[in-house]
Structures are given as C-alpha cells and as structure tokens.
C-alpha cells in the first residue's frame, strides 16, 4: 500500500526557513503527481503547492508564491517543499499527498487519495 512519511517541521521565528521532507512508497513514484496541504487550527485543510510527476510543472498557491519550493527527487522517491520567509500565518500542520490517478496534477484536497501522517510547523512572530 501507499505510505506517505513527512518530517522536518518544527518551530522557528518568523523569517526563518524550513525544508520539508515526504518519501513515498509502494508507488511508481515518478508517475505522479505530488502536493503539500496544511490545516491550521479551526480552519479546513488547504492548498500550498503542487509538482507534476517527471517535467516539473509546479502550482502554488497565492499565499505562498514567492516564499515557498517545491521539488523532486524521483531516485529517492522523495518530495520536498523549501520553505522561506516564514509567516505567523504558516502556522499550521503539513501534509503530503498522492494524488488518485496517474499523470494528472490537481489542486484540491478532494482529487488526492493518500495522505500522510503530517509535521507542525509553528512559526513564532
């Protein structure tokens, strides 16, 4: 089955960085698409960003256009989302996904089929 592990969260001050981490596996990694979600608190889960399975193609969301990177490692089954200057309003905890089908790169929650487990990351202003 498909398993999704993140790490790197934490807390940091507000201008700081992080990189997020997420291997996969129990897919033929390089055949999907990949996307980073957050849930704050009281709030429903969103949209960060998004990398198309081989060439590339990135999607961010307006909030963090400009601060945040996604990338690919394909020969490490990994994605990762490069994380700077950090907000109070990125507070929130960070979730990698897969999404249901083969070479097709959505942006909403409801078009992603496995999820993993999350990491906080607390930004302090």
């Known amino acids: 089955q498909v398993q999704l592990v993140e790490s790197g969260g934490g807390l940091v001050q507000a201008g700081d960085s992080l990189r997020l981490s997420c291997v996969a596996s129990g897919l033929t990694f390089d055949n999907y698409a990949m996307g980073w979600f957050r849930q704050a608190p009281g709030k429903e889960r969103e949209f960060v960003a998004a990398i198309g399975w081989t060439l590339g193609s990135t999607y961010y969301a307006d909030s963090v256009k400009g601060r945040f990177i996604i990338s690919r490692d394909n020969a490490k089954n990994t994605v990762y989302l490069q994380m700077n200057s950090l907000k109070s309003d990125d507070t929130a905890v960070y979730y990698c996904?897969?999404?249901?089908?083969?070479?097709?790169?959505?942006?909403?929650?409801?078009?992603?089929?496995?999820w993993g487990q999350g990491t906080q990351v607390t930004v302090s202003s």
């Open positions: 996904a897969v999404p249901g089908f083969t070479r097709y790169l959505p942006i909403r929650p409801t078009d992603y089929k496995n």
